[in-house]
Every structure is written in C-alpha cells, then in structure tokens.
C-alpha cells in the first residue's frame, strides 16, 4: 500500500502512515485537488499555518510506464489566491516512488526562525535536519553542499533566497536525473514560498536500498499494455520537435503566426526571432559541446531537456525551454540567446518562475523603467531580485504588483498569474484555457494551438479548450505531457493500465472522470476562495486592442467562457 | 470578428441548363467522364438525356448507375475501382445529395489510395482529382457547393464525412426542372434540410457576412417558396426560388458550417432511421431558441426573413420564443410529424441526448451546452 509521510512544522514531527483509501488509484494533480478541497481551508491565508504543501506522485509512479515519475506540487497559492498544481520532471518522483511514497503533506508553521531540511535517507527514515548553514544560498550552491554531505545518489528539491525571502514567484527547483543540476521547476503559482514559509529549504531522497513492491493487480496484462503505449511514444517522438531539437522548436511556430508575444504582447511579429529560433538553438549546441535529447528523469523516452553552454563551452544552464526564451526574449525585444540563458540560469538558481518574472520584467520595460532590448538591464534586475533590494523584492512578488506599481495599463495577467508565450488573440482556444483554467493564465492547461479551425478565429476554439483542459487534468495526474502528446491514439489504454494496476473498471469513462473531477473540485475550491465568473476573464486589452500581426482581438463571447466546464 | 469566405464554385443555373452540360464538359478539356447516378433516376429519363448531351459535344460517358442512399464506403470504393479502370478523366454526378457525395468521394480515391474511411474528416493535402460537375436533382442538401462527402462506414456503422477541396465540385449546373416531379413530402424534406443548412450557418462561430447574406436570402426563399411547391409541385417559378435557395444556403454552410441542429439531425438519423431533412426540423426551433443568447442579432434576421418584426427593445429571450414558435408553424404547415407522432417513445428520444454532444458538429456550437439541456431541447420538440 502507498504511504504518506505526514509532516508537521507546528510541533517539528514527522510520520509514515498508509496513504487514505481513497486516494490510493489517484496521483498528481487529481490527488492534489481532492486532498486540498478535504484539508485546506480555501479562505485561508496561503502562508500561513492553516495551508499545506503537498508532493504527489503519480497514478502510475514507480511503474515502466514513460515519464510515470512526474512530481505535482500543490497547495494554495500565494499568487493566484486560488488552488495551484504545477507539475516537475526531474528525478525526485522515482526515489519517492521507490521509497513508496505517494504524498507528502507539510503543513503547520515552526515557531522559530530555523531553515531544516526534510531528510529521506536510504532506508526510507525521514527526519527534519538543520539547514541554517544554507540559509541565503542559492539552488546550485545547495545541491553541491547537499552532493559533498551527502553523496550524489540522491534527488533534491529545494528553493533559493526568493522562496525563503516568500516571494510570490518563487519556484521549487527539482534535480535533473544523472546531472542533478537543480533546473526543473515547479515553477508556477509562488510554491517557493510556501515552503520558505513553512521553512524548508529542501527535500532530499536518498536511493532507497529496496524498492518498494508495487501491488499490481494483473502486473502481466499491465506490462503488456504499458510496452505498447511505450512503444507507440517511442515512435512518435521520432517525428517529434521537441525530440529533435526540444521545446524552442515551438518559436518555429508561434512567430510567423503571431502568437508570439512581442514587446509585453502588442500582437506585433518579431522579424529577428530566427536570432533566438531552433537553428541557433542547435548551431551553439553543437559548437560548444552542448546536448539535447536529454531525458529529466528516468526512462523518458521524449527526452526535451537539454544542456546548454556558454561561448566558452562552460556548463551554462539546462532544460532551457521556449517558454522563458519568447517570455525574455520577443515578448522583451531581445534576440540574444545566451544572455536570455544567463537569465534562464539566474531564475533557476534563485527559484523564480522564469513565464512570471520575464512578464514582470516586461512591465518595467513597458513603464519605461528599462529600455526594450536592453538585456543588461534585465539581469542587473534580476540581480536585485537575488540581493533582495526593494524593487527587486517588488519584482519577486510577480507580473501584476510590478505592473500596478509602475502605473502599468497592459497587464497580462489571469487570476494575478502572468501569461505565458501564446498571445490569446491569435490562438483564442490558449485564450480561452488562460480565461478558465482554475490555475490562472496556464498554457500547460490546455493549448489548443493548431488544434481548432482556425487559430485566430472563435470556431470550435471553447470545445478544443473544454477538452484539453479536461485531458490534460488527466495526463497531469499520471504522466508527463510531452509524452501524453506523443500517445493520443493510445489514450483509452490508459483505463485498461489504471485496471491491471488497481482493479476496478476498464472503461476510459474512468480516466475521463478523473479530469472532469479534478477541474471541477479545482474550481469549487476556488469559489470557496471568493473568486467569480470576472476571474474568469482576460485582461481588458485583448478585447480592445488589435493584433498588429493579424487584426485579432480576443472577441469570445463571455457565455462560451461561462459555459466551458458544463459537463 | 474577422471571418473569411473561402469555397466558391461556379455555377450555370436556369432551366434547360442541364443541356449546357456537354459545352462546360468539354471546356473543362474533359474527353471521357463517369456519370454517376441511381437507379430511379434512369426512369425519369433525364440520365439519358444527359448522356446523349455529352456524347453530342464529343464526350465519351461511362454510367455508374449503382448509387445507394446514404453511400456507404464500400459502394463508393467499388465506384471509384471502375472510374480508374475506365480511365475517366472528368465525372458528372446527377441526382441528390447521395448521387453527388458518390461522386465526391470517387474523385478523392482516383488519385489517392483506398479506403476512403481513412480520409474522414478535414485533409488538406489529398492529391487533386479530376473535373467534378454536379446537377442536382432535388433542392435541399446543396452538395454541388461544398467541400465535404458523406459517407456511410459499414464497418463502423456510422455516417462520416471528407472535407477536402477535392470534393468542392469544379462546375454545379441548376436546372429546376429537374425537381418537377418531387412529391410534395420530398420537397418539404430536401427544403427543409436546405433551411437548417441557413439557420445554422448563420447562428454558427464560423458564420461572415458573405455567409450572412446567403442564407438570409436561402431562408426567405424557402419561407416564400416552400409552401408554393408543397401545395402545387407543378409551380416552376416555387421549383426554381427552392432550387437557388438550396444552393445559397449550401454555399452559406460550406463556408460558416452547421452546429446542434444537425448533431440531433444525425443521432435521430442513425437511431431512428429519420430522413435526413426532417430530422435536421424536428428540433430545428428549439436549437434556435437556443443560440439566441448568444446570436441574438443572427435569431432576429431569421425572424425577419419570415417577415416577423421584432420590437427594437427585444431581448434574447422574446427574439428566441418567437424564432422558435414561427420555425414550428412553419414546419408543421409542411406536414412534418414530431417524434411522438413518428411512433417514437419520449424515453428513447430522452436517452440520444448524450450520443447528440458526442457528434462532431458539437465542437463548432454558439456556446457549450450539456447532455441535459440538449434532453430538454428534445423534450420540447417531442410532441410539439
């Protein structure tokens, strides 16, 4: 049976108990809703004693299945106000699902000042050790103290001096499998922060020496269906971009179409995006001893994680995404890679969500506190965030505080989270998720690029959007989402797995119903919270002003939007 | 909003133009074409005239004269199997929507490999075929102008379509002669199917002003119209104003595409064996009650197109009971029956509304709605 490591910062104890029957057959983000919605009080203040932050693995974790060992991290979220799961790759899911552990709940606040750390050693005995000594230190210079103490056959998460300093765009930064380089982020939603403020500075999980047994139900016919579905990603991600080359190859996209963002979203195209495009991408890969193909965690067959270099050849950052290339580059009129890959790495040591901080960055650029272009400036900024000067702690509390500070009209922000890189006019359906998704502007929720007629037109735009969302609250709670897109045909198997694994029904309405459950608990948790059909809504801009690459305004009526999750 | 109009076919149109049909052939540089068509049409005579027409203006023609209703793939692969083998390299369908989607889908197999189930949906990258004439025979579905092909796949036992630029016929030729002898059930039916294809298209996302205007025209044709042919088959100005006004709302739907209406068109169809243009009326006013929340502009112009004013100061609400009560009057004049009438049971009516929401027509609704409301919709219609 799954356990539950329960831990309680009131009073500094940790247990090991059986995880609660109904919860059993759930993982990630499903786990998460239910469990939130049963213990946390949606009015409650999210750094305080009453929130609880949760580690969920997944419904197939410790299983062969690709990309089974994803971590979701859950809690309510200082930014949004609402309910938040952001999900991480990284190898922190295996060795908890080695261990046999399904959740972690820490909840409570310690009485004191005292950073700890959250010790899992090999024999899966968990302890609360002192980590004063870390205290101010960043993501990297903790993992190489972490690696000298205690070796390096471990897995970390932790967070850097934002989330201690509670800023509400702090990430929780997981190690990459074999490099364990702390770049995986669980980055959306200021989850940093409440585990500064429950005053963990990391999570560290010894390799157990044995491995958990996991009761399958029929491990036979499991195996069975899990080497097709393996075998159908694997061929797949042979045509697959972000495969081939990773998750830039979207710019290839986005920018002649005009979805991507451009000068804090103007809806302008990008003439020297190519500067910032996959063949760069792959030309300073190859000439400076970088990689691709990388796999975060064990047994990813999509592998889009890669390691960049800088001119010098010198290790750089990782798992350099597009998302923070368009986010500080067009959407900041910059088209220099390695310095975006300097703020990249910056982000990622300090634990700051790059989507939300390169959105913040652009409010200064749209206030005229900084030039456009000017990527010096940006990293003397994010230099302020990691000294914690005052404006760079106003940074560190996201897109929207430093955009109404600066008297900024032009806020890309859905339930106070910052937009990520697909302008909504020009793929309304992404419009449309940004609107409704009960985690606030989230392109992971439900990106229907190229996914309705027509990008920049309202047909079929809410149905694509239903069902993603709908779909990607399954695929949240049991795999990686670049996998899950490299085995559509082979969705309904799913339910068959979730049967050998668990017994129960083999119908797909069972794997259905977990994402309709889970959005729906999502959104009920945040009505709880106070929020209304308004939060529901883009930011006044896109309906007013047009897309210079198009025309497009974002001109969904507000009964699609109201009517989206009427199952 | 900015929308688009994309699919135009020529067309000649006017009576006798069916004997324009071998000139146009032969400017298409055509030497040897298929004819396609079904058995009953042989007997009005006017497949032979077709053929004399051709081969007077030195084209050769082949007859495929094994045209099923609601073509099902393996008649059209059969079909498409002879045209190759004949070496064709132009086809003219006469006849309904069933002679012209048969057609459509031998033009997608000549040049692209079979079966044709594998094209479902929209394919943007078929190899081209060849010139496709279309003379229509019946005024309702509009097939001469759009880009899709219905199909029946046996194996899955459903009814699918191809949407593909190769089945946008090359030339349409309206002759409303042709529909003289349509009984006046038949020509309610096709009519009908003719008018969900304007009011959905109209109240659809994808609806421009292009669109607007065609099937604002097609509704108040076939409002005018449509009772004049019912009651008097022999009326040739009726038989033409439907005839044009099948192909407006074609080439209206082909463009903003249809919704609800024709989800519930196509369960009823496929459970309860209804023909397609009553099925697509039955609920055809509560579908439009429905989409006034947000089309209520769009629901108003349907009221109008009947020559009902609305009151400036009307709200959705009213513009949606009167669209709904001025569409069943009219359905009814033409000898529609209801579901209870057509011997159908309110629990078997109630129990297809989740298959309704399953239909791919759902993706492009005004706005979601759920199984339920979709039940009370079918409620309504039941015995009204």
Same mark, same amino acid.
């Given at each position: ?330 959407? &900041? ?65 996201? &897109? ?168 | ?384």
């Amino acid at each position: 049976m799954w356990s539950k490591l329960v831990v309680n910062m009131d009073n500094l104890s940790i247990s090991r108990v059986a995880l609660e029957e109904e919860f059993q057959d759930l993982g990630g983000r499903s786990l998460i809703a239910q469990y939130l919605i049963k213990n946390v009080p949606p009015t409650c203040d999210p750094l305080g004693e009453e929130n609880v932050l949760l580690f969920a693995t997944g419904i197939f974790a410790g299983t062969r299945f690709a990309t089974a060992n994803r971590l979701s991290v859950g809690s309510k979220s200082p930014l949004t106000g609402g309910i938040k799961e952001s999900n991480v790759g990284g190898y922190a899911a295996t060795l908890l699902a080695e261990h046999g552990i399904k959740l972690i709940t820490i909840s409570g606040l310690p009485k004191d000042d005292n950073l700890r750390i959250l010790y899992i050693d090999k024999n899966g005995n968990a302890n609360l050790l002192d980590a004063n000594e870390y205290k101010g230190i960043n993501n990297y210079e903790f993992v190489e103290k972490i690696h000298e103490r205690f070796g390096k056959d471990l897995a970390t998460i932790s967070i850097g001096s934002a989330g201690e300093r509670l800023y509400k765009c702090s990430s929780i930064q997981v190690s990459e499998y074999n490099s364990g380089h702390p770049s995986r982020a669980a980055g959306r939603g200021g989850l940093g922060a409440v585990m500064g403020s429950k005053g963990i500075k990391g999570i560290v999980i010894e390799k157990p020496e044995e491995k958990y047994e996991i009761p399958y139900k029929d491990k036979e016919k499991f195996e069975e269906i899990c080497l097709k579905l393996n075998r159908m990603i694997a061929e797949s991600a042979k045509k697959d971009p972000f495969h081939n080359i990773g998750t830039i190859s979207t710019i290839e996209v986005t920018a002649p179409n005009g979805i991507l963002p451009v000068a804090n979203f103007s809806g302008k195209l990008f003439k020297d995006y190519k500067k910032v495009g996959a063949n760069k991408f792959m030309e300073n890969l190859k000439t400076r001893g970088g990689r691709n193909k990388i796999p975060c965690q064990p047994g990813c067959i999509v592998q889009c994680s890669n390691c960049y270099n800088d001119e010098n050849g010198n290790y750089l950052t990782s798992g350099f995404e597009y998302e923070t290339i368009a986010m500080f580059g067009p959407n &900041c009129l910059i088209s220099d890679l390695d310095a975006i890959a300097k703020m990249d790495r910056i982000c990622d040591d300090i634990g700051v969500d790059t989507i939300e901080t390169a959105n913040a960055i652009a409010m200064c650029m749209e206030a005229g506190k900084i030039n456009w272009s000017d990527a010096d400036a940006v990293l003397n900024l994010l230099n302020e965030m990691a000294e914690g000067t005052e404006f760079g702690r106003l940074l560190g509390q996201g &897109c929207e505080a430093v955009g109404k500070s600066l008297g900024v009209e032009r806020i890309p922000v859905v339930k106070h989270q910052a937009m990520a890189a697909y302008d909504p006019r020009n793929t309304k359906g992404t419009g449309i998720t940004y609107a409704t998704s009960p985690m606030g502007a989230d392109h992971t929720a439900g990106l229907t690029m190229g996914r309705a007629f027509d990008d920049s037109g309202r047909t079929a735009q809410a149905y694509a959007s239903n069902k993603l969302q709908v779909a990607i609250a399954f695929a949240d709670s049991m795999m990686c989402i670049m996998t899950f897109a490299n085995m559509v045909p082979g969705v309904p198997l799913l339910a068959e797995m979730m049967a050998a694994l668990y017994g129960g029904s083999s119908d797909f309405s069972r794997v259905a119903s977990i994402g309709v459950k889970t959005l729906l608990t999502e959104r009920e948790f945040n009505r709880r919270a106070g929020m209304t059909d308004a939060d529901d809504r883009l930011p006044d801009f896109f309906y007013k002003e047009r897309s210079f690459a198009t025309g497009s305004k974002f001109d969904i009526h507000d009964m699609e939007l109201r009517t989206i999750f009427d199952f | 909003m900015i929308t688009s109009y994309e699919q135009f076919v020529p067309i000649v149109m006017g009576c006798g133009s069916m004997l324009r049909t071998g000139l146009k052939v032969r400017e298409l540089g055509c030497k040897k074409v298929l004819v396609t068509h079904g058995k009953n049409l042989k007997k009005t005579g006017y497949v032979d005239i077709l053929v004399e027409n051709l081969e007077s203006a030195g084209i050769k023609a082949v007859c495929f004269d094994g045209v099923q209703p609601d073509p099902p793939d393996t008649m059209v692969e059969e079909a498409a199997e002879f045209a190759r083998k004949e070496k064709i390299d132009g086809i003219v369908a006469i006849g309904g929507g069933s002679s012209m989607d048969t057609a459509k889908a031998i033009n997608v197999l000549i040049n692209n490999e079979p079966p044709i189930i594998q094209y479902l949906g929209v394919q943007k990258n078929l190899n081209p075929g060849v010139p496709l004439i279309c003379i229509p025979t019946t005024s309702g579905t509009g097939s001469e102008v759009t880009t899709m092909t219905v199909i029946t796949c046996t194996s899955l036992n459903k009814k699918d379509s191809v949407l593909s630029p190769v089945c946008l016929p090359t030339l349409a030729i309206l002759d409303p002669e042709l529909t003289l002898g349509l009984s006046p059930r038949m020509t309610a039916i096709t009519a009908l199917d003719a008018l969900a294809h304007a009011v959905e298209s109209l109240t659809g996302g994808q609806a421009n002003p292009l669109s607007d205007a065609l099937a604002r025209e097609a509704i108040r044709l076939i409002a005018k119209w449509l009772p004049v042919a019912y009651n008097d088959g022999s009326n040739i100005k009726a038989r033409e104003n439907l005839m044009y006004a099948s192909t407006f709302a074609g080439m209206a739907f082909t463009n903003a595409l249809v919704h609800i209406g024709h989800s519930i068109a196509h369960v009823l169809g496929a459970q309860f064996d209804i023909p397609h243009g009553m099925a697509c009326a039955i609920a055809m006013p509560e579908v439009i009650e429905y989409a006034a929340k947000t089309e209520t502009e769009k629901v108003k112009m349907i009221c109008e197109c009947f020559g009902i004013e609305i009151d400036e100061n009307a709200d959705y609400e009213i513009i949606g009971a009167t669209a709904k009560k001025t569409l069943r009057t009219f359905i009814k004049s033409v000898g529609i029956p209801n579901l209870k009438e057509l011997g159908i049971s309110l629990e078997d009516t109630l129990n297809i509304a989740p298959l309704v929401t399953q239909d791919s027509g759902f993706a492009i609704a005004p706005y979601r709605i759920t199984a339920s409301k979709v039940a009370e919709m079918l409620k309504s219609a039941y015995d009204a």
